[in-house]
């Protein structure tokens, strides 16, 4: 079974970069969605007025700048030369 970066293969170097870049173009969109959000100021208004957490949505941001440093970190230990 291969994963996201392919099995290794020479042939699978161009692949893999362009689905880590793909993948952090996707990662960039999701955590400018979450950063756009107003649920964050939701922390000054009543529980009761919440649409979302600001706790779901702090997470939420955390975990995708995670993974994008996690796909960034893979992206320059890979040289598709």
Known sequence: MTGLLGDGGRGDDRDA???LVALEAEV??????????????AFSSPESEWLVDPAEVQTEQTGLRSLLGAVQALEAGRDPR
């Open 17 to 19: 970069l362009d689905r």
């Open 28 to 41: 960039r969109v999701e955590l400018a969605v979450a950063d756009a959000s107003p649920a964050l100021g």
